[in-house]
């Protein structure tokens, strides 16, 4: 199997399970990529995902089922509801939110 290149200037990968991952680019946009069966990539779906989907601009930081904005809002989705929806507001830190891997 030779490598493909799915994306360029990634600077956080998260994984999201054994068959999913999101990351997100210098830039700040989020992107999730993979099996998707239980709404894992918050792209309001449970579409698998070959190539990658844009799930949001403007993220600071993300973990499992959660994104971090610019302007302070702490999104979340869940598996009844892969739709990311925003939860509070002038979050500095959280603790579950991070940057994981350094790609």
């Known amino acids: ?3 493909t290149v ?3 200037d990634v600077e956080y990968i998260f994984p999201m399970g054994v068959h999913s991952l999101l990351f ?3 830039c ?3 992107w999730g990529l993979g ?3 239980d709404g894992e990539l918050g792209d309001g779906t449970r579409v698998p995902r070959t190539d990658p989907v844009k799930i949001a601009e403007n993220v ?3 973990g499992w089922h959660t994104f ?3 302007d302070g809002t702490l999104w979340r989705w869940t598996r009844n509801d892969p739709t990311p929806q925003p939860v509070y507001e002038n979050v500095v830190a959280v603790g579950n939110v991070q940057k994981e891997l350094k790609a």
């Open 24 to 26: 997100i680019t210098k």
């Open 68 to 70: 971090l904005t610019q």
């Open 28 to 30: 700040g946009t989020l």
């Open 6 to 8: 799915i994306a360029y």
């Open 35 to 37: 099996q998707n069966q």
């Open 60 to 62: 600071t930081s993300a």
């Open 1 to 3: 199997m030779i490598p």
